[in-house]
């Protein structure tokens, strides 16, 4: 079998809901959560999912523990330099097929860099998602997300704060979620989310 | 004989698997240089070839010199090698695998007179049983009546008999050479532009890929050869992310290869080899609306990528079976492997993201048998919320694994306050906690 | 500490699943201090005598510990504490049981599992009604299934399983939802006995899954027991257990993946770590004891009833008086004398006391059917010790010959069961067995099961292939192993094998073989152990259908049987009784004699005379080589001389070291010691030495102060005892009373080394004397009748300790003239014909012929006529298809018609087709064929012609034909030669006829060579065995040279250089057939990987398939 022939028979189209991210367009998530939301995003995009990390770090994806339909899909490129990184990431941009561009740069993105990379996705027509450091995005996103896991008060729940914090096109708002990682699933907990929930002893 | 019985007779006995389509290929490869011999040169069982030299000796020297040569010649590249010249294939092929030799003319007869039967190229049950006949030599059976003899043996017998007597006939065909994918060009002006390179690869590629249709293969990796005036020799090698013969989106992957190239005083001769191809089907060149597929536009990606930063550094997860969480998926090169359906999600839950263990600072006291109620990890102070857990996961025994001397581990999903959910686990035997992954 | 008890735990007796021994997981749940164990094995109860043997072994230790009844009956580790701790350190030695421990209660029952569902039961039968019940319910499974297999279905279950506790085993609840209905419907079947088992799984999801399991138990109204679903005693058998997985998966360990076991949890744990687990749910750990209470069923519940064997009314006792009176009668036609009737009074009141007169009628029956058939047969066995048996024509040894130990009978107080063997012809006793099963009924008779253990050979292949290992390294490595070894490969076996004794994988193989031997593997039925009963046998025990059709076979085996006191008839096999019968046979046909083992006259001094000259090939028991260098210093001249003959050529006097003893006292060499009267009495008949089984339990009772039932369940437990390591405190025990006797510490060893090795193959004095029997009778057809003994011995092949080419060899040395097989002549079997002078002469039968069929044999006499004029007329007259003619042109049977091999051959080739044509000439026309010119052969070739089709040659023996080359090399004949004895050191050369290592030798190994004079021993010491390994253990034609050694009229060679000659056996006839071939006839069929000159083959390997030799281990 042709890896590409992975992808789903019929791709469903992304839900229309605020998490809905911008076609053809270079977005960006930070924060703690900001993979989790990166996975998120992938198990909602059809097609092919290229996650592009710096070849020394540690982490990797986890087969077993990623969202249903997305291990097959997934394509890892492990540059070892920040040029290569975006050299990738604006190929990739570029190219029609990937579904989704996950591209975690380390170093804060140039002016030209997130230009080159939104002329890239509305080139190949292929949504990015630039997993940056905290206030190291760049101008030319489309649009800015914090990310961050919250402690869970009941069981059973994995609440998620997403602030949107940046958006071209459109206002900024903050939600909680209930997202468990394991489909494109989520449920939202309240339009604004409340932080700093009192901690619960271990049982 | 078995390996084993003969082991225990030469313990020394040094042995390796037959590796036949390298022996194969080496016969083959003999084959062709044995062209310089005779027009008509076929492999002749898996350890021989058969030349008809007909006409051929005088240019030697005479059928002696012709052998001498041979041998002379083999006997320099490292090979011990058996020959025998006769009148008719089958005699050649007897004399050849007993002993060798020259059989003179007329004299077939009484030349393989005294070889056994099993030179006749028959099968073993009609050797075994001629020989319980007594007859075991080509000349027990010559002088035998044919039609008792076929009667008891079956007609194959008396033609291979027959045969090797010269009495019947039994041609040598040549064999057609196996397709090699490379083209040349020689140009009547040097050039260096590298539109003009562009422009002759382009052409190269274009009989290149005639070539690879006509045997329904896809290069995999290509070498591009640029002779320049001044004899020195550059080279493009380029890899696909999988089997592809289309001029253009090759020509493509050789631009940037082609941009590097020092043109000197100019280049006078180009070569372009796919040296590694494989099988592809006759269809799908281009795609529905013109534009490539997009399983072709995602294999150019690759090639692109894999071109530049290597393709071991373009992967995919694939599963593996096992329940050590760092060995439950394979990180394999995406042009080299298949995808694979993921594994179900069932068992206990997984993290998103797996790393190597990271210790967890404790600080203090541990309540046995619980993860730590706070602990510091990556500079950061975490304090336990909820825990989930154990999950007890002993190493392979069968395997040393560095990262498990320390035993076996409990695993917990730790939530914190601080939001995080963590993979820790616990090693009783060196009592320590370690992080080890990430939960959404 | 908590009290738990736990209730479901899978032994080894689930083959290749459970991973630890029935005793090892009692011993296990003593030491956690469980409150009880069960033992639930998968559709099986295989395992649980097993268990509670063990736990009786445990209960006798703890009780002697408590007793404390003296320093020298003590165990030793159970006092001394240093003692203790190097128990500790050890692994052979027995469990530590302190005086004041609780031990476990053992709770019986099983797991079933069930065809139409997944969840399975755990069935614990609390009273003897619910273990019938339950031993019903798997037989029925076992009987509807293939052998070895189990079918149950749901509503089995609700049908049976009333008087058992029930648990459910529901699967996974986050992997699949549980069948609530079943459980529901259970429950209403079986209200208050029906439970929902909670198994912790230790992945991390264990609290909600007892969560889940505790609200599947709210809904169905079972309530929740804690079970710890044991796989294994302690976590260190985890390997074990996934090379157990492998074995039954088919994949190697580094295919395991995850259907390995994760961790080491599914042992037995302490109630402590179970109540962590449980914190949430302590009723759940509660409740197990609970469970464990209400299963009061304990095996020895079990009422086991013998069929009455009343007859018309006649009740057994009667029935047997009248045949024991009737039975004096026969026996003493003038009247029995005073002893005898004395005894057989006392013996019928004690068979009246114990009530066990039906058992002697069964086997009187039996005997009594088999006689009516005509098939010979002979008892013995303990309870065949006795006048009765002999009246009852069971036994044929007269009892005045023997001394019956009245104890040995059968004791009152031991309430030990009576036991009897028969031997029947082997070829015959498929019939007594039918007869069996249709007297009772199969739901009454049984044959007990063997369990087949890992042997090293077995172990070392399959945990070789689950570990990776090559196949040729596998090969090599069981290749070493002589015979039936139970010991794991050392580093220098390893070393020869090419293998790295320090690399991990391979030592961790080597630790995996070692523990895996003598693991169950699987059940097979037992050699002719019948279980009888009145009432149904399978509520008692489940019966499963054995490998062989119309067999039924019990889940125990006869260990286990004994640990129950179950009455067992041995219905054994017997080649010799068959070879008797057929010798009778042909003397009947051809001198008229009616003869029986009865009848045969005593004490014939010819007989004597030709055992006293070891000439004793074909003669029972005798003819092994270590029996034939016995015979001359034994010099047998007595009827009780061969019973002690018999006796002591056995591993328990060789492992007693009372061989030489015995000797060198009968023939005066050495003093008889007084040993005092007591003693005396009981070792006087064997010159103070003991030999016999009985001996030897005497020895344990009169020396060393056992009490006589002690002694006894010493010998019965031995099996129990060595598997739970507490053999070591009887040795202890029993030399320390030998000692504080006044015996020496080494006799004392010896004895009891000696009542070890009768563990498995001892000889009672009866037993040893039915078998003198059948060795005299045989010596006597021998010495009398050699012509009709050997054609008998031929006949009843495959037996005994030669191959016919010796057998052959041996009558044609006494002078019998033996004929070569004829299409013309023989029939299937071989023959006695008349010669003019009066004497027989042995005519070869078509069996002889390898790959000959009995059918074509037979139209081949059916057709014959007057004769068969060529080889076109057996295929027309006889249908014989062309292959068997051309088998037996092969063996020169058409000699008689003047054809040679070959031309028999050229003729056999020509008739190709399936079916004969309807007229004249293959061709139609009737034209003759133009001659072939086929060359004549040698007479070495005809040698080897001959060895290759019938494995023996009238012609020549080999040896002369190489004689020309063989300078310097003596003939066997003077060797030998005892009127003229060659001294020093000679060289000789032979046919290699048989190779022995016994295991009591420590690695020696004796050869057996042939050449055309005779046979010659050879002794090849280890050192050289190391040097000349593969001619030892290959060479099919050995050059040896050496020092001769003579003593008792018997000489040896010590080897000291050994030459394989075998090659030189091939030159003499057909040379090696392919040399090579061109690669193209077998281009296509060519394994993968396989050897590329497949029919090339070695002179050596020629000489195998040729010379084929007997190797004994």
Not at chain 2, 403 to 420: C, F, I, K, M, S
Not at chain 3, 228 to 243: K, S
């Amino acid at each position: 079998m042709p890896p590409e022939t992975a992808r789903p028979a019929s791709p469903r189209p992304a839900p229309a809901d605020p998490f809905t991210l911008r076609p053809a367009r270079v977005h960006e998530a930070e924060g703690r959560g900001k993979r989790a939301f990166a996975l998120f995003q992938a198990a909602r995009h059809p097609g092919p999912v290229i996650w592009i990390l710096p070849g020394h770090l540690p982490e990797l994806p986890m087969l077993r523990g990623l969202p249903e339909g997305v291990g097959p899909r997934l394509h890892l490129l492990r540059p070892g330099s920040e040029v290569d990184l975006l050299w990738s990431a604006e190929e990739a941009l570029r190219s029609p097929a990937p579904g989704l561009v996950i591209a975690e740069p380390e170093k804060e993105l140039s002016l030209t860099a997130g230009r080159r990379l939104q002329l890239a996705a509305e080139g190949g027509r292929t949504t990015g998602l630039m997993l940056i450091r905290e206030g190291q995005g760049s101008n030319a996103a489309e649009t800015r997300w914090r990310c961050d896991p919250q402690a869970a008060q009941g069981r059973d729940s994995t609440p998620q704060a997403w602030q949107l914090i940046k958006n071209k096109s459109g206002t900024c708002q903050d939600w909680c979620v209930n997202w468990n990682g394991a489909t494109a699933a989520f449920h939202m907990v309240s339009e604004a989310c409340e932080r700093h929930k009192p901690a619960q002893a271990a049982p | 004989m078995a390996l084993a019985d003969a082991r225990a007779i030469c313990p020394e006995l040094a042995s390796r698997p037959a590796d036949l389509v390298q022996e194969a290929a080496a016969l083959n490869a003999l084959r062709r240089w044995a062209g310089r011999y005779a027009p008509m040169v076929a492999r002749d069982g898996s350890d021989g070839l058969i030349a008809d030299i007909t006409g051929v000796p005088h240019l030697f020297g005479g059928e002696d010199a012709l052998r001498e040569d041979l041998h002379a010649r083999l006997d320099r590249a490292g090979l011990a090698a058996q020959s025998g010249i006769a009148e008719s294939r089958g005699a050649a092929h007897a004399l050849a695998r007993h002993g060798g030799g020259i059989l003179p003319e007329g004299a077939l007869a009484k030349g393989l007179a005294h070889l056994p039967v099993t030179a006749l190229r028959i099968d073993d049950g009609t050797a075994q049983a001629l020989v319980r006949m007594g007859l075991r030599r080509i000349g027990d059976l010559a002088g035998q009546p044919r039609a008792p003899l076929a009667r008891r043996f079956g007609p194959g017998l008396v033609l291979r008999l027959d045969q090797a007597l010269g009495l019947q006939p039994e041609p040598v065909s040549p064999e057609g050479e196996p397709p090699h994918f490379g083209v040349r060009m020689s140009l009547p002006e040097p050039i260096g532009l590298q539109d003009d390179v562009m422009a002759a690869l382009t052409r190269l590629l274009e009989r290149l890929s005639a070539k690879l249709a006509a045997q329904r293969r896809g290069a995999r990796r290509l070498r591009l050869e640029l002779q320049r005036v001044d004899r020195e020799t550059a080279t493009v090698e380029i890899g696909l992310a999988r089997p592809m013969r289309d001029p253009g989106r090759i020509a493509a992957l050789f631009a940037r290869g082609v941009d590097e190239i020092e043109a000197g005083f100019g280049i006078e001769a180009l070569r372009l080899v796919a040296h590694v191809t494989e099988a592809m089907a006759p269809e799908q060149i281009g795609g529905p609306q013109g534009g490539p597929s997009p399983e072709d536009a995602l294999a150019d990606l690759f090639s692109r990528i894999g071109n530049r930063l290597g393709f071991d550094r373009v992967l995919r997860l694939l599963p593996a079976h096992s329940s050590i969480p760092e060995r439950s998926f394979l990180v394999a090169p995406a042009a080299y492997s298949t995808a694979q359906g993921a594994p179900p999600r069932q068992g206990p839950e997984r993290p998103l993201v797996l790393f190597p263990p990271e210790p967890a600072l404790t600080h203090g006291m541990t309540r046995p048998g619980q993860p730590p109620a706070s602990f510091r990890w990556r500079r950061m102070a975490f304090t336990t919320l909820r825990a989930t857990g154990p999950e007890r996961i002993a190493p392979e025994w069968w395997f040393d694994d560095p990262n498990w001397r320390t035993g076996l581990r409990d695993y917990w999903r730790v939530e914190t306050a601080q939001g995080p959910r963590l993979w820790l686990f616990h090693t009783p035997q060196a009592p320590g906690w370690q992080v080890q992954g990430e939960f959404a | 500490m908590t009290a738990y008890a736990e209730l479901c735990v899978t032994s080894n007796f689930t083959f290749l699943t459970g991973a630890s021994h029935p005793e090892e997981l009692v011993i296990r749940a003593a030491e956690l201090g469980l409150e009880a164990i069960a033992i639930t094995d998968r559709n099986s109860v295989a395992g649980v005598v097993r268990a509670f043997s063990a736990l009786k072994e445990l209960t006798r230790l703890r009780d002697e510990a408590r007793e404390a009844a003296g320093p020298a009956i003590r165990s030793r580790r159970v006092t001394d504490h240093s003692a203790r701790q190097e128990v500790d350190l050890g692994t052979t030695d027995a469990p530590q049981i302190p005086p004041d421990l609780e031990l476990p209660r053992l709770v019986t029952g099983a797991r079933l599992v069930l065809a139409d569902s997944d969840t399975d039961w755990l069935a614990l039968p609390v009273d003897v009604a619910g273990w019938s019940r339950l031993t019903l319910l798997l037989s029925l499974g076992k009987r509807r299934a293939e052998k070895g297999d189990c079918l149950l279905h749901m509503n089995d279950l609700l049908e049976a399983c009333t008087g058992m506790m029930l648990i459910a085993l529901p699967p996974d609840p986050f992997a699949t939802r549980p069948d609530d209905g079943a459980l529901r419907r259970m429950h209403q079947r079986h209200p208050g006995r029906c439970f929902v088992g909670a198994a912790p799984r230790y992945d991390g999801r264990d609290q909600p899954r007892l969560d889940r399991l505790a609200a599947l138990s709210q809904a169905t109204g079972l309530p929740m027991v804690a079970v710890g679903d044991v796989l294994m005693h302690r976590a260190a058998r985890r390997p074990l257990a996934d090379v157990l997985t492998c074995l039954r998966e088919g994949c190697t360990i580094d295919g395991i993946g995850t259907r390995r076991l994760p961790h080491g949890e599914h042992r037995l744990k302490p109630g402590h770590e179970m109540a962590r687990m449980f914190h949430r749910y302590p009723a759940a750990l509660r409740r197990t004891t609970e469970i464990a209470r209400a299963c009061a069923f304990r095996l020895d519940d079990l009422r086991y009833q013998y069929p009455d064997e009343a007859q018309d009314g006649e009740p057994a006792q009667d029935r047997l008086e009248r045949l024991a009176r009737e039975g004096l009668h026969w026996r003493y036609p003038s009247g029995p004398p005073q002893t005898i009737t004395a005894r057989v009074d006392k013996e019928l009141r004690l068979i009246d006391d114990m009530g066990y007169a039906p058992y002697f009628l069964t086997v009187h029956d039996i005997v009594a059917f088999a006689r009516s058939r005509g098939i010979l047969c002979q008892g013995r066995g303990s309870a065949a010790n006795s006048v009765v048996c002999y009246l009852l024509g069971v036994t044929e040894v007269p009892p005045e010959s023997i001394t019956l130990i009245f104890e040995r009978f059968i004791s009152k107080d031991r309430g030990e069961p009576p036991d009897i063997d028969v031997d029947f012809e082997h070829e015959r006793r498929e019939e007594v067995i039918q007869w069996i099963y249709d007297r009772y009924g199969r739901h009454r008779a049984g044959l007990t099961a063997t369990v087949i253990h890992f042997r090293s050979r077995a172990a070392i292949r399959e945990v070789g292939k689950v570990m990776g290992l090559s196949q040729d390294v596998i090969a090599r490595l069981s290749g070493q192993i002589w015979g039936h070894s139970s010991s794991a490969p050392d580093d220098d076996r390893m070393r020869d094998a090419g293998l790295d004794p320090g690399d991990d994988r391979v030592r961790l193989a080597a630790r995996l073989v070692s523990e895996i031997i003598g693991f169950p593997r699987h059940l097979s039925q037992h050699v002719g152990g019948f279980v009888i009963t009145q009432g149904r046998l399978d509520e008692l025990c489940p019966i499963e259908n054995a490998a062989m059709e119309d067999r039924t076979i019990i889940e125990w085996d006869k260990d286990d049987i004994d640990a129950l006191g179950l009455l067992k008839v041995d219905i054994l096999a017997l080649g010799m009784l068959t070879c008797i019968r057929k010798a009778f046979g042909l003397l009947a046909d051809h001198r008229g004699l009616r003869l029986d083992l009865a009848n045969v006259p005593t004490d014939d001094t010819r007989v004597y005379d030709m055992l006293c000259r070891a000439d004793a090939i074909g003669v029972f028991q005798v003819e092994s080589r270590a029996q034939l260098n016995f015979l001359p210093r034994m010099q047998p001249r007595a009827f009780y001389d061969l019973v002690c003959e018999v006796a002591i050529v056995r591993p328990g006097p060789i492992q007693g070291g009372m061989v030489h003893p015995f000797i060198n006292r009968r023939q005066g060499k050495e003093k008889i010691e007084d040993l005092g009267p007591a003693m005396m009495e009981v070792l006087g008949r064997t010159y103070g030495v003991p030999l016999f089984q009985e001996q030897a339990m005497q020895i344990a009772v009169v020396a060393a102060g056992f009490s006589p039932s002690e002694a006894d369940r010493l010998r019965r437990s031995l099996a129990t005892f060595k598997r739970m390591g507490t053999i070591g405190a009887f040795r202890d025990r029993f030399v320390s009373g030998m000692l504080a006797r006044g015996h020496a510490a080494d006799f004392a060893a010896r004895c009891f080394a000696q009542i070890e090795g009768f563990g498995s193959y001892g000889f009672p004095e009866s037993h040893a004397a039915s078998f003198a029997r059948l060795v005299y009778v045989s010596a006597w057809l021998k010495c009398h009748h050699q012509a009709a003994f050997t054609c008998a011995l031929l006949n009843s092949q495959p037996m005994g300790f030669y191959a016919p080419a010796q057998l052959v060899r041996d009558a044609r040395d006494r002078g019998v003239e033996v004929r070569a097989v004829s299409v013309d002549h023989s029939s299937w079997d071989c023959t006695l014909e008349a010669r003019p002078d009066g004497a027989l002469a042995l005519r070869l039968g078509f069996r002889q012929i390898k790959g000959l069929r009995e059918e074509d044999a037979v139209w081949i006499v059916a057709a014959r006529g007057n004769g068969y004029p060529d080889v076109e007329s057996l295929w027309r007259r006889a249908g014989v298809g062309p292959d068997t003619l051309e088998r037996l042109s092969e063996a020169d049977a058409f000699a008689p018609l003047g054809l040679s091999r070959r031309e028999a051959l050229w003729q056999a080739r020509a008739l190709r087709a399936p079916a004969p044509l309807p007229l004249f000439g293959s061709d139609g026309e009737g034209g003759a064929e133009p001659q072939a010119h086929l060359p004549q052969m040698t007479l070495g070739e005809e040698v080897i012609e001959d060895y290759l089709s019938l494995r023996l040659s009238l012609r020549a023996h080999p040896v002369e034909l190489l004689r020309p080359r063989l300078e310097g090399c003596l003939p066997h004949s003077i060797l030998n030669d005892t009127a003229r004895p060659v001294q020093g050191r000679a060289a000789i050369t032979g046919l290699v006829i048989t190779r022995q290592r016994p295991g009591t030798a420590s690695g020696v190994i004796f050869l057996t060579l042939e050449d055309e004079t005779g046979s010659a021993n050879v002794v090849v010491w280890t050192k050289v065995y190391e040097r000349f390994r593969k001619a030892v253990i290959a060479g099919r034609l050995l050059r040896v040279r050496g020092r001769l050694q003579r003593a008792d009229g018997v000489t040896h060679l010590i080897a000291e250089q050994i030459e394989d000659l075998s090659p030189w056996l091939s030159q003499l006839g057909r040379p090696v057939v392919i040399e090579t071939n061109d690669g193209r006839a077998d281009e296509t069929r060519r394994p993968p990987g396989g050897s590329i000159r497949g029919s090339a083959r070695h002179p050596r390997e020629q000489a195998k398939r040729l010379f084929p030799s007997r190797d004994f281990h």
